[in-house]
């Protein structure tokens, strides 16, 4: 089974950064698809960022030259860099892992708990 821990987020002032973390402790074959995704009270769950299952990487347009995914194979670990933070970017994010290759069923894969991202003015 798969248990993904995200970590990171927090609460800060607009223009600062943050680097949010996901912990993969459980075991898997294969992993297809694999990113961030997050959701903002009353709005639609967004793809932030993602790799797919043949390692390219796809971002939001909203996030694009602000945001970089990266990945440490080797320790399981999947980190997105957020600069420049804006208010409208606050959100829950969530780490998700898929089986399948495209970034466009990441939702249907397995999610963590959420780390919350909140931005001030």
């Known amino acids: 089974q798969l248990q993904l821990v995200e970590s990171g987020g927090g609460l800060v002032q607009a223009g600062e950064s943050l680097r949010l973390s996901c912990a993969d402790s459980?075991?898997?074959?294969?992993?297809?698809?694999m990113g961030w995704l997050r959701q903002a009270p009353g709005k639609e769950r967004e793809l932030v960022a993602a790799?797919?299952?043949?390692?390219?990487?796809t971002y939001a347009d909203s996030v694009k030259g602000r945001s970089a995914i990266s990945r440490d194979n080797s320790k399981n670990m999947l980190f997105l860099q957020m600069n420049d933070l804006k208010p409208e970017v606050s959100a829950m994010y969530y780490c998700?892992?898929?089986?399948?290759?495209?970034?466009?069923?990441?939702?249907?894969?397995?999610w963590g708990q959420g780390t919350q991202v909140t931005v001030s003015s």
């Open positions: 459980g075991s898997s074959a294969s992993i297809g698809a």
């Open positions: 998700a892992k898929s089986p399948y290759w495209s970034v466009n069923l990441l939702p249907r894969g397995y």
């Open positions: 790799y797919s299952g043949a390692g390219t990487i």
